[in-house]
């Protein structure tokens, strides 16, 4: 698609660099109350890596996966998945890579886009390069936003880069299922894409992670009950494991989302050997931020951009510069991002206005919810016990069954689950939520809302949950804890779970 503006345009009041979701977010705030003119600098696809290669086309992939799971544990119900309908399904959830929508939301909204490769060359100016043509030079005429993202990393592993392995964005666009997958990797991606894979039909899939436990950022129970259902259908878990050597022969780039070659061979720490038609690397991200100039203004290439909670770059004098999104570290998940991007939309529109009432992302960090799509879903938000404690907070926790309800029991007879509270004793409100179960995503919200609206221990009590809902688990929660506290003041025992 050619350049969406006049070519010998040259001044915005702000150049958004990277238009991926928080990208078209900062545009969007900074400019649509306050008469500033913005434009998204964009080398690839309008809509970044969520739109394409993430959320959306790992939730299409997940979404049927998670219907015929459920129809399984009802009675009565019977559902059966059709892999090549269910990947074309996904072509559309992701608009077939085609950015059309994008590009003309954007311009409708009044933000303009320019295409090719954006890079600092100093203060609030960008040059744009594409291809063999001249370069144009931008400038910003009151801020600059940096919404670059991140890239998968792929470890130091003999043979493992001459392997051709897939990543995030070939697991998620994948034109067939291997047969047989190994998944380097034990966090978000690799147990979403051990979950699909399985799903959609691979025979083997086998996951090898280097920490004991898998989703090791979330309570110790989330890991354990994805683990669980992960092995009793069959994905063979290598926990505490690392891989020694990859052998591929054959290995060629046939495209993003094809087999890259013959048969993979893996060989684990303690010898043992795996063998797969395809291997995914899912074993954390990187920040873009080698090549955007960096240098140029007074930073230091290839890290995180340390930020304020208004986004700016700390620094950089004159608060001419911001980052969201992954490139800041703060959250790499596409919700914060975004967030991200309207605060320092709202910032950026406040100072050009000449107003020093700015808001804060320090609240919304605080929430910090994210929900992985596995079987069984994993719901969080706030912190977990075990990073309260390293920050000094006295905290009390509460554990429930979340199987033990009317609601969950009514979903599926033989419903796994559990759900954690994390308490501030000093203040009495809820700092950290976790739920794991069948269906438990939309809870994480009434987390997110205690967590940042500091809702007293007090105050919940009068927050009615609707029966027979899984949401009644708040309830049981609370009153778990009110149990607690009643038996540590006698000095008895606690009441065990209801049922």
Known sequence: MTATVDPDRSEWDVIVLGAAAAGENAALYASQFSGLSSVLVENVLVGGECSYWACMPSKALLRPVEVVDAAAHLPGVTAQLEPPDALARRDVVINRLDDTSQVKWALGAGIDVVRGYGRLTGERRIAVSRGDGPVRELTARHAVVIDTGSCPAVPDVPGLRAALPWNSRDVTTMKEVPRRVVILGGGVVACEAATWLHGLGAAEVSVVQRGPRLLARAEPFAGALVGEELQDCGVRLYLGRTISQVQRSDARDTGQGCIHGGEVRVTLDDGTILEADEIVVAAGRTPNTVDIGLETVGLSPGGYLDVDDHQAVRGVSGDWLYAIGDVCGR?????????????????????????????????????????????????????????????????????????????????????????????????????????????????????????????????????????????????????????????????????????
């Open 331 to 499: 959250a790499l998940l596409t919700h914060m991002g975004k967030y991200q991007a309207r605060i320092a939309g709202e910032v950026i529109a406040a100072r050009a206005g000449g107003s020093s009432d700015l808001p804060s992302s320090a609240a919304g960090h605080s929430g910090l919810p994210q929900v992985v799509f596995t079987t069984p879903e994993v719901g969080c938000a706030g912190v977990t016990e075990r990073q309260a404690r390293e920050a000094g907070t006295d905290v009390e926790v509460v554990e429930y069954d979340l199987g033990a309800l009317a609601g969950t029991w009514v979903m599926r007879p033989d419903y796994r689950g559990r759900a954690k509270l994390v308490v501030d004793r000093a203040d009495d409100v809820v700092i950290g939520a976790t739920f794991v179960g069948a269906g438990i995503a939309e809870l994480v919200h009434s987390a997110t809302t205690a967590i940042v609206g500091r809702i007293p221990v007090s105050t919940l009590w009068h927050v009615v949950p609707s029966y027979p809902t899984a949401s009644e688990i708040w309830l049981r929660l609370l009153e778990t804890l009110r149990a607690q506290r009643h038996a540590a003041r006698a000095g008895g025992d606690t009441p065990a779970e209801r049922t």
